[in-house]
């Protein structure tokens, strides 16, 4: 197994910078994933890794040593793509020990490993036949298999599931886990998926044109986003967003929003903000799950809660759930609440909103503003 140090990377196509500075380092065995939007830089930094695409600024280190300049092949690594690459007229088999035979390992290892990886995987049945005659998680588990039976130091994942279905992506989503449980590898893995980051991986490095937004585990980089992209792209639906100002309710910290006909609702803050924007202003941040049919008997119960009415314009039941969009002031927000108390079409809904979750964001630098204690 091997560690993987990325420091001040920068990538230029021409006049354009791809990659602006990328630090990162993945320990040893860690699940590390790559995450952003189509355009973000995550696959070229994969293929940098790989040594697919030249450095032009700054340090790849594998186990501490520098392999800006050492060739794919050298790099002691394994790749699974998200076309497959499988040759078509190979059988699996033949696919899988491809690589082998090029750098001529003896045919009772390559015996050894394809029985071993088979197993691993449950393709024992499907060794013998060619990619065409294979359903599209079949070929990716293949194309995992000649991966694995390089026995690599870092396994590199890019967007190896966006070809399938939605049930066949959460079933492979599944296996790719007990992989890594079972085999214990340094990966990389790139997706555009935050579901796939937030349940793969140990931790999450969220990227957004060119930079790394935030890098640590999957429930801070949730609750705690760095800025308001973070917050934005990470959660399904994403987290709402509503323009406030800082404000005091009997000496307490609060955040004052705008509702409709010139109101105002006060939303009381369970802990002061560490730092305030000049101008007061703020952006609060609720997710959805963080919405519910206020309760007047839940106010001794729970604190940091707070209530307004808000009309539904919208309901989409999705089965576990249902979720309504409702009016706030000028701004339409997301929530998710149970089917059996679900809003209804047209209702105007006491709407409870738990602060202890919330964030605050500076309208200007959209950076998280830190709460202190309570």
Do not use: W
């Not at 394994?78 to 699996?92: D, E, G, I, W």
């Not at 060794?127 to 396994?155: C, E, I, T």
């Not at 917050?231 to 509702?259: H, Q």
């Not at 206020?294 to 919208?314: F, I, R």
């Amino acid at each position: 197994m091997a560690t993987l140090t990325i420091s001040g990377l920068h990538k230029r196509f021409g006049t354009v910078e791809v990659l602006k500075g990328i630090n990162l380092e993945a320990r040893t065995g860690e699940f590390i994933a790559l995450v952003g939007p189509s355009g973000c830089g995550k696959s070229t930094l994969l293929a940098m890794i790989a040594g697919l695409e030249t450095v032009s600024e700054g340090e790849i280190r594998i186990d501490g040593t520098l392999v800006n300049s050492v060739a794919p092949k050298d790099r002691d690594i394994a790749m699974v793509f998200q076309s497959y690459a499988l040759y078509p007229t190979m059988t699996a088999r033949q696919n899988m020990t491809f690589g082998m035979e090029s750098r001529g390992v003896p045919k009772a290892e390559q015996d050894a490993a394809i029985k071993r990886v088979a197993s691993l995987l449950q393709i024992e049945p499907l060794l013998n036949r060619k990619p065409g005659q294979l359903s599209g998680g079949q070929r990716q588990r293949v194309a995992m298999g000649r991966a694995l039976v390089r026995d690599p130091k870092l396994f590199l994942f890019d967007e190896p599931l966006s070809n399938l279905d939605a049930k066949l992506r959460v079933d492979m989503r599944t296996e790719i886990k007990k992989l890594h449980l079972r085999v214990g590898k340094t990966t990389i893995y790139v997706t555009h998926d935050q579901i796939e980051a937030m349940t793969l991986a140990s931790r999450i490095a969220v990227m957004h044109q060119g930079s790394i937004q935030q890098f640590d585990e999957p429930q801070v980089v949730y609750d705690h986003p760095a800025n308001i992209f973070v917050a934005g792209f990470m959660g399904s639906p994403s987290m709402n967003f509503i323009p406030g100002e800082l404000t005091k309710v009997d000496g307490r910290p609060a955040v004052a929003i705008a509702l409709a006909g010139g109101e105002t609702a006060t939303l009381p803050l369970p802990r002061p903000p560490e730092t305030r924007p000049a101008n007061g202003k703020v952006i609060l941040g609720v997710r959805p799950e963080h919405l519910f049919r206020y309760d007047p008997n839940l106010k001794s119960q729970k604190a940091g809660l707070a209530m307004l009415t808000a009309p539904v314009e919208v309901v989409e039941p999705t089965g576990a759930e249902t979720h309504a969009v409702l009016k706030v002031g000028e701004r339409e927000i997301v929530g998710r609440f149970d089917p059996d108390g679900a809003p209804r079409l047209g209702e105007l809904l006491p709407l409870g909103i738990d602060m202890a979750h919330a964030c605050l964001f500076d309208p200007d630098t959209q950076a998280l503003i830190r709460q202190g204690s309570a």
